[in-house]
Each structure stands twice: as C-alpha cells, then as structure tokens.
C-alpha cells in the first residue's frame, strides 16, 4: 500500500481560495489512481473528484464542478485539489486516497489506501 499524508487545510472565507495537497510515498505514484473525499460532521464520506494515473481523465461531483480542480504531479508524487468559491457547505475533513483502477464512476471502495485528513473549514 501507498502512504500518503495530506496538508494545506485550513480556515478560508466563503468565495475564498485554498489548495490542499497529498504526498504519497514509493516510486510508483503514477500508477495509482488519485482521488479527494470529504466528511462533513453528521454525514458519509462523499468523493468530491478522482484522476487517472496519467492526469489526463478527471471526474467531479455536481456540487464542486467549476469550482474545485484535481491535479497531480507524478515527479513529485503529489496530488492537488484546487478549491475555488467555496462555500459553508463545503467544510469538511478532505482524505486523498489511491487506487488500482480507473473508471468513469468510482467510488470509496474502490480506494485501498487513505491519507489522516485535513480539515477545511469555510465561514459565512
């Protein structure tokens, strides 16, 4: 399994911008599919977008589509979420996780490896 530990969460104004990110250990990064999940408190862990191995196919959730970017930088073992125009409903723990396979629909079981979390927490 992949390791990987996320980071940039924080505190951010509604319409405010933050980018998070995870970094994964091993030398086998660009094999893996990425994806970014949130839990808001109360609720189920929900995707908020996936990307394939290579970079090129992304998929989003309705709620962040214009919104939210997923990026990945294999030379760095490093994915993005770039979060644009948040909101109050997207406060949440934010878990990057990775995967063997890519599809057009995945979900959390689909996901064999998480990162801690990191708390994004948007105000009104």
């Known amino acids: 399994q992949v390791q990987l530990v996320e980071s940039g969460g924080g505190l951010v104004q509604a319409g405010g911008s933050l980018r998070i990110s995870c970094t994964a250990s091993?030398?086998?990064?660009?094999?893996?599919?990425m994806g970014w999940f949130r839990q808001a408190p109360g609720k189920d862990r929900e995707v908020v977008a996936t990307?394939?191995?290579?970079?090129?196919?992304?998929k989003y959730t309705d709620s962040v589509k214009g919104r939210f970017t997923i990026s990945r930088d294999n030379a760095r073992n490093t994915v993005y979420l770039q979060m644009n125009s948040l909101k109050p409903e997207d406060t949440a723990v934010y878990y990057c996780?990775?995967?063997?396979?890519?599809?057009?629909?995945?979900?959390?079981?689909?996901?064999?490896?998480w990162g801690q979390g990191t708390q994004v927490t948007v105000s009104s």
């Open positions: 996780a990775a995967g063997n396979y890519w599809k057009n629909y995945l979900t959390r079981a689909d996901f064999g490896s």
């Open positions: 990307i394939s191995g290579s970079g090129y196919s992304t």
């Open positions: 091993g030398r086998t990064f660009s094999s893996y599919v």
